[in-house]
């Protein structure tokens, strides 16, 4: 009676039951195809960026990939930007996750007047456009001489009304009232009760939160590209100087989007399953 | 004595501090203290978010509508007020006006295509697959990938001369597409990059939203004999509804700011939208009005108008999806 591409609606949760149809070539199929068409720009970066900057290049990938490699590194200040990246995407992070952590905590079990219009108001702002303040952000960043250093980028980073949703939905179910209660009988105070009840609970979703303000902390680019400068670059803003110049030799800017991007892919590979639930739990829980 | 909690349960009883019997000497001292822990603390823990918000989000903002309303140059002695005429300039100049034609367009090739085919995707990947999550991630790998890279990657693809879509296009006797200068071209290329990007993702959304539909609903459906299609159709979709709005209001929030794409597309020389701005979006004109010609005020102006048509096209968004999605019923 079924077709094969119309076990799609009727097999939730796939392998709950021997009934279960597996499907055939037309789910598979295109499936493919939307992955090859996926990784292909990350082939294809690779192809140009280990040939010849030649007119008609070839699909196949060459050997000149570290000769162009070190090219990049003497072309921009490759490993300053990874180590800054590394030191602003890391400080934000663990910002994001302790401070979201925090006021999620207060805001999934601690009663305090006003909680619930303050929670509202924390939802809202995931819908300003915060982008579009950037001209009084750069002329405080200006004011303070904060332009150009690495504290420019992170300091406006350092809590997100994402990450505090995030956690608040997460902590709501995920630790016991009965357990808080017994910690504040121990005489926890509250920052305490916090550290040791709240914390251990919520380390699934803290570091989910912790991937996904990473790789959001890694690629942003337009407040790096204006509070920074070619000296003390991102790895994004370096990128940009990479292929902003008069004479674009393909190779060698696409060796440097290449060597940017292989950390990212090793992340993906180890905490893609991680990412993936993430993803998904979000989308139900939110 | 007893000790009342501070855990919010319902409408639980009003928190009191907790006391200690075997300290009963301290206990006027400890009592205070903790009572204001129980009192101040929540406010503390939540003061982070506020404060920076206010510092590094809000104030930013409204600061911009007051630059917006002076002739202010970067680093001028004297910054005039000069009331509306920035928007009066805004208003006739035609440059905005084509960055918010690009930027619509732009827009709109990216956000409508993205949402059907992640929902299709999202049909193929709630079905019985083997080794399912390892067909989620493939399906989420652009995701991860660095924008700038990857804009820089597509901009090579795109290149009019040596590029490889050209070389596929000639290949199979179509004409050869010259991607940067033609305006329309320049729209599709660059939403195509925002589509490759966001599809997988808004499709794990769209199958997350899936699966939490119930199983019997869709049994009842079989026993009354609706196809597959109807199926989708009468059930599916509208129960998919509340995801699709925060689909496409957040690409919408995403997708009207979009600035590294048309910044990066194509190298050096007309990296502000192109040589004749055929593809210059908004925020992009806002930084080069901003900090390439220094002219603060005007890029504060374009800047709050913009911000003025998100909030308006998202809550337009919102209703026409509301629409949408709720006629499915047959």
């Known amino acids: ?286 | 004595m007893t000790t009342e909690l501070t855990v919010a349960r319902g409408r639980g009883v009003e928190p009191r501090p907790p006391r200690r019997a075997d300290e009963d000497a301290k206990v006027p001292w400890r009592h205070r203290l903790t009572r204001l822990d129980v009192k101040y603390s929540p406010y503390l823990f939540i003061a982070p978010f506020f404060v920076l918000f206010a510092i590094t989000g809000l104030f930013p903002l409204l600061y911009t509508a007051y630059v917006s309303l002076f002739d202010w140059e970067l680093g001028a002695d004297e910054t005039p007020f000069i009331g509306v005429e920035n928007y009066v300039t805004l208003a006739t100049d035609d440059q905005f006006w084509n960055a918010l034609v690009n930027t619509l367009s732009i827009f709109v090739l990216s956000s409508g295509p993205q949402v059907v085919v992640a929902v299709l995707l999202a049909v193929l990947l709630n079905t019985a697959l083997r080794a399912r999550t390892a067909w989620r991630m493939g399906v989420l790998l652009p995701y991860v990938a660095s924008l700038v890279a990857l804009t820089i990657i597509f901009g090579d693809l795109f290149g009019p001369q040596y590029g490889m879509i050209n070389n596929l296009l000639e290949f199979f006797g179509f004409d050869r597409i010259d991607w940067q200068a033609e305006r329309w071209w320049s729209h599709v290329a660059i939403a195509t990059m925002v589509n490759w990007r966001w599809t997988g993702y808004n499709a794990l959304i769209v199958l997350a939203a899936m699966q939490a539909i119930p199983r019997d609903v869709y049994e009842a459906a079989i026993v009354d004999g609706a196809s597959r299609v109807r199926q989708f159709f009468s059930i599916t979709l509208p129960l998919l509804r509340p995801t699709l709005i925060f689909v496409i209001v957040t690409s919408t929030i995403g997708g009207l700011q979009i600035f590294t794409e048309p910044k990066l597309f194509a190298p050096a020389g007309s990296s502000n939208g192109g040589a004749t701005n055929q593809y210059q979006t908004v925020v992009l004109y806002m930084y080069q009005s901003g900090f390439q010609s220094q002219d603060l005020g005007y890029a504060s102006a374009m800047a709050w108008v913009l911000f003025l048509i998100i909030i308006a096209i998202a809550g337009i968004n919102f209703l026409l999806t509301r629409r949408l999605a709720g006629t499915g019923e047959g």
Not at chain 1, 68 to 96: E, H, M, Q, Y
Not at chain 1, 142 to 154: D, N, Y
């Open chain 1, 1 to 286: 009676m079924l077709q094969k591409s119309d076990t799609a609606a009727r097999t939730r949760r796939g392998g709950s039951s021997s009934l279960v149809k597996r499907p055939g070539f037309a789910v598979y199929g295109p499936l493919i195809a939307f992955i090859l068409g996926s990784a292909f720009p990350f082939y294809w970066s690779f192809v140009v960026a280990s040939n010849d900057d030649a007119a008609d290049a070839p699909l196949l990938p060459g050997g000149k990939f570290f000769t162009n490699a070190a090219r990049v590194f003497d072309t921009i200040p490759f490993w300053k930007a990874l180590g800054n990246s590394i030191i602003v995407s890391g400080t934000v992070t663990l910002s994001v996750v302790l401070l979201s952590t925090l006021a999620g905590f207060a805001f999934a079990k601690l009663r305090f007047k006003g909680r619930g219009p303050l929670l509202v108001f924390v939802v809202a702002t995931l819908a300003v456009p915060t982008q579009l303040g950037i001209i009084p952000l750069y002329m405080a960043m200006a004011e303070f001489g904060w332009s150009g250093t690495l504290g420019a980028v992170i300091v406006p980073n350092l809590i997100t009304a994402f990450g505090v949703f995030w956690m608040r939905q997460y902590i709501v179910d995920a630790v016991p009232d009965e357990l808080i209660e017994a910690a504040r009988m121990d005489g926890c105070s509250m920052l305490r009760t916090f550290w040791h009840v709240c914390l251990p609970a919520v380390r699934p979703a803290a570091a989910m939160l912790g991937v996904f303000t990473f790789m959001m902390s890694w690629n942003d680019f337009l407040w790096p590209l204006v509070a920074l400068n070619a000296e003390n670059p991102t790895m994004q803003v370096a990128l940009e100087k990479l292929q902003s110049g008069y004479y674009v030799d393909n190779s060698l800017v696409l060796a440097g989007t290449t060597l940017a991007t292989v950390p990212i892919l090793l992340v993906f590979l180890v905490l893609g399953r991680q990412i993936v639930a993430g993803i998904m739990q979000g989308a139900v829980k939110g």
